[in-house]
């Protein structure tokens, strides 16, 4: 079974500097997705950034992007100039290959501060 | 275009009761997931339903079963409710035409059940 850790439980960061949350996974799958997911109190999940496994380059989204390790099955996401918007729950998630139906298998969860 | 919408949004039942959830995917989409939240946790996998039936199914027992309509919303039904249901119930839609593309899952706000 395909497991996510996220081993920072919280993380804080000043306003408009930078903070990386980090995330490991385990499969044994060749072909599948990688997701950061961000969760506001309104708690609607908000997909952040995603990475496919089979693509070498990492991903990057405005302030957002991701240093994908696949070797050592890591997964990290670096927000750049920290806004207090950006202050939320992260989850890191995990999803096989599309033709498996795309379940995905969250990590627990990194709480962000982002202290102006 | 209304994204994914789930009703009701809070919910208090009794031990031993039965409840119904519901959820409208976003326009143009087709397959709807369902994950349980507790408190602190990531979302973990219930069930997905594609062309009115169940096509995957996470670790959960018989209790939690589901039903998808014509019109691609889904209700989650959960039967002998205990105090460990409690948690936010969120619901997912995609597409299935874009099979490649996993990652265009979009979350409804949820529904918070409390089980008391």
């Known amino acids: 079974a395909q497991t996510v850790t996220q081993s920072q439980p919280e993380m804080s960061v000043q306003e408009a500097e930078t903070v990386t949350l980090s995330c490991t996974y385990d499969?044994?799958?060749?072909?599948?997705?990688l997701f950061w997911y961000k969760q506001p109190p309104s708690r609607q999940m908000i997909l952040v950034i995603r990475?496919?496994?089979?693509?070498?380059q990492n991903a990057t989204e405005n302030r957002f992007s991701v240093n994908f390790q696949k070797a050592a099955k890591s997964f990290s996401l670096k927000i750049s100039d920290s806004q207090l918007g950006d202050a939320a729950m992260y989850f890191c998630?995990?999803?096989?290959?599309?033709?498996?139906?795309?379940?995905?298998?969250f990590g627990g969860g990194t709480r962000l501060m982002v202290k102006p | 275009d209304a994204g994914v919408t789930q009703s009701p949004t809070h919910l208090i039942k009794t031990r031993g009761q039965q409840v119904t959830l519901r959820c409208s995917p976003k326009?143009?989409?087709?397959?709807v997931s369902w994950y349980q939240q507790a408190l602190g946790q990531g979302p973990q996998f219930i069930f997905q339903?594609?062309?009115?039936?169940?096509?995957q199914r996470g670790n959960f027992p018989d209790r939690f079963s589901g039903h998808q309509f014509p019109n691609y919303s889904s209700e989650l039904n959960v039967n002998a409710l205990l105090l460990g249901d409690s948690a936010l119930y969120l619901c997912a839609s995609r597409s299935r035409e874009r099979q490649r593309f996993s990652y265009e899952q979009y979350f409804g706000p949820g529904t918070r059940l409390t089980v008391t």
């Open positions: 339903y594609y062309e009115e039936e169940e096509r």
């Open positions: 990475q496919e496994a089979y693509k070498q």
């Open positions: 998630a995990y999803s096989r290959g599309a033709r498996s139906g795309n379940m995905l298998t």
């Open positions: 326009s143009g989409h087709d397959t």
């Open positions: 499969t044994s799958e060749s072909d599948y997705y």
